[in-house]
């Protein structure tokens, strides 16, 4: 594989477009430059001391003994205290003005709303909590949550987290063999479904795929179904149960359970970009207080506004910053259930519109479909109200940077490209909004308490603008704590690689201001010629032909370089032919340099993709090489991509 030589990753992306924070957003932010310098120096000179102070933001039942105990493979956050998420997500805000403050405003695929206030979504969230009792639920044992985007999935968390039930959410795209995996790895005893959710108009069915999925699961004891859509389900007697049957006889009084700090809060199964899915576990007290301040420094949430983060709550942005961050801090958090372009490509802009949303988190896949579809979507609505607009998921192009934030904010809103993992639990490298000058394609600066660098395969650290492993050189409160059942392959995967570090998996630099810049999975990495190159820097370089709406770029054999470039292309409009190829391959040249002209380029009308929209080279690589794909492929978004791909490259 590429990334065996201890080599470093050259990187040729220019990129010399600096933004600084407005004034007038500086001047309301709450981290001003004063603050974040004051935070990173105490996190600097005493980071228990930083961490402890943090933490009283939260409310405990009980002070921790301890801030850190252990180190990466052991480590105890919080030692001896005791709290719980769903307390301060909830009650902490029911004696305070916002009792009756919106906590979710949903929005369904078919137009139909809700909204929770704080005192409603206490009361469902208590109901369900005593609902899950009522079935034998015990503190610490786990229950899968298999469920379209609407309230009563948020509510299914948080009434786990009050009782101790670690949840293990799997997203409803997934198939029934994977529920199954899932289940047994987890070994779920109770799973809540819904008859079926709406996607682009139509019905994904849900309880079905559980059904089927129980023929390979045994752990499973009972389920409970939300009547989402009135799709037609068997129920199965003294197994299945209607979510409102249960719901209307339940007790509004649930007390949260007083829980360790390292209680489990969720096991969430990785998306497996990579491979097999992997468990990864987060406890209460670290991951709260990461996901808490996360959203206050990054998001600079402020109690007037409406948040909104698009992402499913399937995957932990949807954890992190569409229930815990928001909610813990009393926050307004939009939900939305549907498809990005149902009913047409304007729904995203519709509802910002219809909601004043202020703060807009989203994904490159999403910005990179926003941008094929055409400005003149955005350009239909009102899009004043938004002040600050984030990015997750992805390196983010610097072309489509710029399209978001000349269109979608008017450059007028601050843009936070924020890296983190499911693994890290919240955000670790981004710009702070008020503080940070943005440079589009960078994630920029790590947060307080964060201390990341870049190092050889061996270890040692590299100099400013030289690529290499991203590690994080102390733990942080928020971390993983293992992979479920399986401790030392979490030894293995994240803490074995480099020496006193944990190694993330992407390949990044540091420039001369201290700004990072992610170039994707080190396994992506091409070695051309003896130059090890970033695919994602390649692909910026495509995606900033004004053509080109989308580009993955892999290696494949080559018997004199080593490796050939091959790039598949998803054009804006229109089909490509030989001269568009000629032109991009120039456009590569003259972009990046000789060492990075392109060997093959490829149209394809999309590139496959995780279920989370990221683009899979993995699979890529293997079309490129004319072999047959192998290894696994459930977590592909559609199959179909991949035919096609095949067809269009042997034809
Ligand atoms: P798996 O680990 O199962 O293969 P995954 O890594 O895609 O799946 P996530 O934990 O959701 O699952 O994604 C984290 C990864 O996404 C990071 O390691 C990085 O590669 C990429 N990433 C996330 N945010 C950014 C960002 N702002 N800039 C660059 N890359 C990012
Ligand atoms: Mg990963």
Redesign the pocket.
């Known amino acids: 594989m590429s990334a065996g030589s201890g080599q470093a990753i050259e990187s040729v992306l220019k990129e010399g477009r600096s933004f600084p924070p407005p004034a007038d957003f500086a001047a309301q932010a709450n981290v001003t430059p004063t603050h974040y310098d004051e935070m990173w120096r105490r996190a600097k000179d005493d980071p228990e001391g930083f961490w402890g102070e943090q933490a009283e933001n939260l409310h405990w039942f009980k002070k921790w003994d301890t801030v850190l105990q252990g180190g990466f493979a052991d480590a105890r956050w919080f030692a001896g205290g005791k709290l719980n998420a769903s307390y301060n997500c909830l009650d902490r805000h029911l004696d305070s003005w916002r009792k009756n403050k919106a906590a979710i405003v949903w929005e369904g695929e078919p137009g139909d709303t809700r909204v929770l206030r704080y005192q409603d979504l206490h009361r469902e969230v208590c109901k369900f909590a005593n609902v899950l009792k009522s079935l034998g639920v015990k503190t610490g044992d786990r229950v899968t949550l298999y469920m379209p985007m609407i309230p009563e999935l948020a509510i299914a968390m948080l009434a786990c987290a009050r009782i101790g039930a670690p949840h293990s959410i799997i997203f409803g795209g997934f198939s029934a063999d994977a529920i199954a995996d899932r289940n047994n790895d987890a070994q779920s005893k109770l799973v809540v479904t819904a008859d079926a959710g709406w996607r682009r108009g139509k019905q994904i069915e849900l309880k079905g795929k559980v059904d089927e999925s129980l023929q390979r699961s045994t752990s499973v004891q009972k389920v409970v179904v939300v009547r989402r859509t009135g799709a037609d389900v068997d129920m199965k007697p003294d197994r299945d149960y209607w979510w409102h049957e249960l719901m209307e006889g339940a007790s509004t009084d649930c007390d949260a359970e007083s829980l360790d700090a390292e209680h489990p809060l969720y096991i969430l199964y ?6 097999k ?2 468990g990864v576990l987060h406890t209460t007290g670290g991951y709260l207080l990461g996901t808490t301040m996360t959203t206050r420094w990054v998001f600079d949430l402020k109690d007037n506004d409406t948040y909104w983060c698009t992402a499913d709550i399937g ?3 949807g954890h992190s910053y569409i229930v815990y961050g928001p909610l813990s801090n009393g926050a307004t958090t939009l939900m939305y259930e549907g498809a990005p372009n149902w009913p047409d490509e304007g729904r995203f802009w519709q509802i910002v519109e219809k909601y004043g949303v202020n703060i807009f988190y989203t994904a490159p896949t999403a910005i990179r479909a926003f941008i094929k579809w055409g400005d003149a979507w955005p350009g239909k609505y009102d899009l004043t109200s938004l002040r600050l607009l984030g ?6 192009n610097p072309e489509a940077w710029m399209w978001y934030h000349r269109t979608i904010g008017q450059e007028r809103c601050p843009i936070v ?7 890290t639990g919240a955000i670790m490298i981004s710009p702070l909004p008020g503080v940070t000058a943005t440079k589009p394609g960078s ?1 920029t600066k790590p947060l307080p308490g964060v201390v990341p660098d870049i190092v050889t395969e061996s270890g040692e650290s590299l100099p400013d603008n030289q690529g290499g492993l991203l590690v994080m050189r102390q733990p942080w409160p928020s971390m993983l704590r293992t992979l479920w059942g399986d401790h030392e392959r979490f030894v293995e995967t994240y803490l074995s690689k480099i020496e006193g570090c944990y190694f ?3 390949g990044a630099r540091r420039d001369e201001d201290g700004y990072y810049w ?1 170039m ?2 080190v396994d992506d990495v091409l070695n051309v010629a003896g130059h090890r190159l970033s695919t994602m820097e390649l692909e910026s370089a495509l995606v900033s032909h004004p053509g080109v709406a989308e580009a993955a770029v892999v290696g494949y054999p080559h018997d004199l370089k080593g490796e050939g470039i091959c790039c598949f292309v998803t054009l804006k409009t229109g089909e490509g032919g030989e001269e568009l190829k000629k032109e991009l391959i120039d456009h590569v040249r003259t972009q990046i340099g000789a060492i990075a002209t392109p060997d093959q380029i490829r149209f394809a009308a999309s590139v496959p993709k ?1 279920r ?1 929209g ?1 683009i899979m080279r993995r699979l890529l690589r293997d079309i490129a090489a004319g072999k047959e794909t192998i290894g696994d492929t459930t977590t592909l978004e559609d199959y179909g991509v991949l035919a096609k791909l095949r067809e269009e490259s042997e034809g």
């Open positions: 990785t998306s497996g970009s990579t491979g899915p992997k995957w932990v942005t990015t997750v998921g992805e390196p983010i490209d924020t890296w983190w993992q499911t693994e994630c993330a998996g992407d992610v994707g999975r995780t989370s990221k």
